[in-house]
T-cell receptor, first 113, second 115 residues
Framework: DQQVKQNSPSLSVQEGRISILNCDYT??????FLWYKKYPAEGPTFLISISSIKDKNEDGRFTVFLNKSAKHLSLHIVPSQPGDSAVYFCAASWYNQGGKLIFGQGTELSVKP | KAGVTQTPRYLIKTRGQQVTLSCSPISGHRSVSWYQQTPGQGLQFLFE???????NKGNFPGRFSGRQFSNSRSEMNVSTLELGDSALYLCASSLAGNRDNSPLHFGNGTRLTVT
């Protein structure tokens, strides 16, 4: 039972364009969502998060959108840079679960010069 | 500020043996969580410790255990190793466990290979 799904295993984008990574979830108890980036041989690095009371959160080139009715969130990267090439994981949690995150399977982003 | 440190980086063990992995959290962080990453199952939560107490536990057999010390450092132990335990084991720390702008910060992991 996969509660967090990233249906696109890979995405290729041209440098300077927008990258849109998608994530769907099934558990309506989730109230906190995060995106992580992972390079090979390194641990995941936190990018951006959003609480369920919001529908958008921005941090520099990264924006996360949350559509609660559709149980869908997306990460927008504008403009995309070659250094953004990595695996991106979305993760979800809910009240009082502390350090327990439910992760999606990841989307490998490739940004081509 | 030093990040999350995991030791060792690589480990090779034989079926039936046991193994202990170590994690030093970011200074001031009291919550330490452990995750297993495999190609088939992705990133899965093992357990979380906060102030030396296990606060949450994932769906793993009792062969997987952990503890946290008074300085917030944590260890996880896997007994009677099986081939399927081969994975990247990641430790993450946070101030209070993923709340109030306190996301999890991960170490670079320990790559365990069971032969």
């Amino acid at each position: 039972d996969q509660q967090v799904k990233q249906n696109s295993p890979s995405l290729s984008v041209q440098e300077g364009r927008i990258s849109i990574l998608n994530c769907d979830y099934t558990n309506s108890m989730f109230d906190y969502f995060l995106w992580y980036k992972k390079y090979p041989a390194e641990g995941p690095t936190f990018l951006i998060s959003i609480s369920s009371i919001k529908d958008k959160n921005e941090d520099g080139r990264f924006t996360v959108f949350l559509n609660k009715s559709a149980k869908h969130l997306s990460l927008h990267i504008v403009p995309s840079q070659p250094g953004d090439s990595a695996v991106y994981f979305c993760a979800a949690s809910w009240y009082n679960q502390g350090g327990k995150l439910i992760f999606g399977q990841g989307t490998e982003l490739s940004v081509k010069p | 500020k030093a990040g999350v440190t995991q030791t060792p980086r690589y480990l090779i063990k034989t079926r039936g043996q046991q193994v202990t992995l170590s994690c030093s959290p970011i200074s001031g962080h009291r919550s330490v969580s452990w995750y297993q990453q495999t190609p088939g199952q992705g990133l899965q939560f093992l357990f979380e410790y906060f102030s030396e107490t296990q606060r949450n536990k994932g769906n793993f057999p009792g062969r997987f255990s952990g503890r946290q010390f008074s300085n917030s450092r944590s260890e996880m132990n896997v007994s009677t190793l099986e081939l399927g335990d081969s994975a990247l084991y990641l430790c993450a720390s946070s101030l209070a466990g993923n709340r109030d702008n306190s996301p999890l910060h991960f170490g670079n992991g320990t790559r365990l290979t069971v032969t």
